[in-house]
Every structure is written in C-alpha cells, then in structure tokens.
Nanobody, 126 residues
Framework: VQLQASGGGSVQAGGSLALSCAAS????????MGWFRQAPGKEREFVAA????????RYSDSAKGRFTVSRDGAKNAVYLQMNSLKPEDTAIYYCAADHTYSRRVVSTTPNDYDYWGQGTLVTVSS
C-alpha cells in the first residue's frame, strides 16, 4: 500500500490549508487513516484520524475545533482541512493507515500505523 500526501504549503497565521492523501489500494484490513506531524527537533505527534467503516474521528487537543478530518471511500482518500492555522502548526504532515482491523479505538500512537506517506510541509508564518 502506498500513500501519497499533497496540499502542503505556506500560509499566514489565521489562514487555511487542505491536505489530501490517496492510498494506492484499499484493503479490507483498513481500520483507520490519519494524520501525524513532526516539527523540527520534535517527535512525531498525532493530529487526527478517521475510521474507515463508520467515520469515527479522533483529534488531538491542538487540532480540535480547527481541523477536520474526512474520507472518501470511493477514492481511497483521507483529507485534513486546517483552519485558523498558527505558527506552532508548522511541521511536516504525514498521512498513515492502520490496518489492524480488530482495533476498537482510533490509535494516536505512530507505531500502530502500518503504512506512511512521504510527508508534506506546512509552514505558517506570523
């Protein structure tokens, strides 16, 4: 499974960006797809994720109220709409897929995700 992320760029604080991630193929094992980010010198952190079958979402505290994760089953794609961006949102954003179908709760742990995209850079200036 290959994941291709796109949509990053530069924006001023308060602006918006929309990220997209397309999977090369969807398998029956997909439990969720989500987004993580990694800022320079920091560990990769969870941003948001959505379950594939019933669209249950989960957000980090920093993303709640500003970001929206969604999916398109027909396109095997997941999206992240980011509004009210802040300089601290600056990072490389990665999409990821969790293929542990038996999981019951959306994971926020990077190691629980089986496939990763190449990352797309988001830069928010003040």
């Amino acid at each position: 499974v290959q994941l291709q992320a796109s949509g990053g760029g530069s924006v001023q604080a308060g602006g918006s960006l929309a990220l997209s991630c397309a999977a090369s193929v969807r398998t029956y094992r997909t439990y969720s797809m989500g987004w993580f980010r990694q800022a320079p010198g920091k560990e990769r952190e969870f941003v948001a994720a959505i379950t594939w079958n019933d669209s249950v979402t989960r957000y980090s505290d920093s993303a709640k109220g500003r970001f929206t994760v969604s999916r398109d089953g027909a396109k095997n794609a997941v999206y992240l709409q980011m509004n009210s961006l802040k300089p601290e949102d600056t990072a490389i954003y990665y999409c990821a897929a969790d293929h542990t179908y038996s999981r019951r709760v959306v994971s926020t742990t990077p190691n629980d995700y089986d496939y990763w995209g190449q990352g797309t850079l988001v830069t928010v200036s003040s």
